[in-house]
């Protein structure tokens, strides 16, 4: 089963004011870039639709992505130049973020027009977008007539808005947006902050709003402090993995892409609705994401476990609890 993730791919330069003078380092990032990165490192056949310059960086992206079994897709190579985003890190390890990217889907428009790279035709079982991809003109359109189309061919539907506001312009339009993709959602993860900055609620609350645009499985992660996992009938809490956090860049998008191998274990393969999974599944489910999320909070960049890797970690916290 294949998963499809449109969105950004871009380069990450990340300052640490934490030394003395700052240092800046370049890692491979974007959110839904990240996201298939952490699938092909679990061993999910995946395949990126982006935006990306035949640069130097924009060939450094795809080497890094290509290396962890991402298919970069031939209608990828659009772009003027390649986008970054400059993260500055603070002394908790949190990154705050300003961005030079262009955000354009590249042609054909439609998800059965896109051939793998192999020559067989993509048809997917989960199709996954985030970000930027979903709200910065002009691709965020185009974004929302694939999700439409996913749904249209039977594909289950995963987003993370995983809001950007030094990329918005207008609030109310880009709210209007991410919520017009939520709805078209089977699956929707998205932090507290984002929560606050969609609802100005508390958490339970924007759960609940959000399950009624919807989708079937709302996840809200709230760093330290775990993550609650929430269909309409079934509520979940989950305590985050303890460990010493180096820096936060990818982590919820390595909690997303865990969470979408699991979807494809739990629900895609059983023929099941995301919002049948019971309470117990809900906790493990959780549990997994989060030791996904705290294995790539414990290193530098967006640098999500590998299956071995993610097996072993939930293997230890089962062993010592």
């Known amino acids: ?101 262009t955000w354009t889907v590249p042609s054909p428009l439609r998800i059965e027009d896109h051939p793998r790279p192999e020559g067989a035709e993509l048809s997917p079982a989960v199709v996954h977008t985030g970000s930027i991809a979903s709200f910065l003109t002009p691709g965020c359109e185009a974004v929302l007539r694939l999700l ?7 594909a289950h539907v995963t987003y993370d808005p995983n809001v950007r506001p030094a990329l918005i312009e207008g609030e109310a339009v880009a709210r209007d947006r991410i919520l017009a993709a939520a709805a078209l959602a089977d699956v929707v993860k998205l932090s507290d902050e984002d929560a ?51 820096d936060t860049i990818g ?19 059983r023929h099941r609705r995301a919002g049948d999974l019971e309470r117990w599944e809900l906790a493990e489910i959780g549990a997994r994401c989060a030791a996904a999320a705290a294995i790539t909070v414990s290193r530098a960049g967006a640098n999500p476990p590998t299956r071995d890797e993610l097996d072993a970690a939930v293997r230890e916290a089962a062993e010592g609890a």
């Open 1 to 101: 089963m294949t998963v499809l993730v449109i969105g950004e791919a871009l380069i990450d330069l990340s300052e640490d004011t934490r030394s003395v003078p700052s240092a800046v380092a370049e890692h491979v990032g974007g959110s839904p870039a990240n996201v298939a990165l952490g699938l092909g490192r679990l061993d999910v056949d995946v395949d990126l639709l982006t935006s990306l310059a035949p640069d130097e960086r924009g060939r450094r992206i795809a080497a890094h992505l290509e290396a962890s079994g991402v298919a970069l897709l031939a209608p990828s190579w659009g772009a003027a130049r390649t986008p970054t985003a400059h993260a500055v890190l603070r002394a908790n390890g949190a990154a705050e973020y300003t961005f030079d990217l």
């Open 148 to 154: 439409k189309e996913a749904r249209a061919i039977g």
């Open 196 to 246: 606050a900055w969609l609802f100005g609620c508390e958490v339970e609350e924007s759960v609940r709003a959000l399950l009624d645009l919807g989708p079937q499985l709302v996840v809200v992660t709230v760093g330290a402090e775990g993550s609650m996992l929430a269909t309409r009938t079934e509520w979940a809490d989950v305590p985050s993995t303890r460990v010493e956090v180096i």
């Open 251 to 269: 982590a919820g998008d390595s909690y997303m892409a865990a969470l979408i191998a699991e979807l494809l274990d739990r629900v895609v393969e």
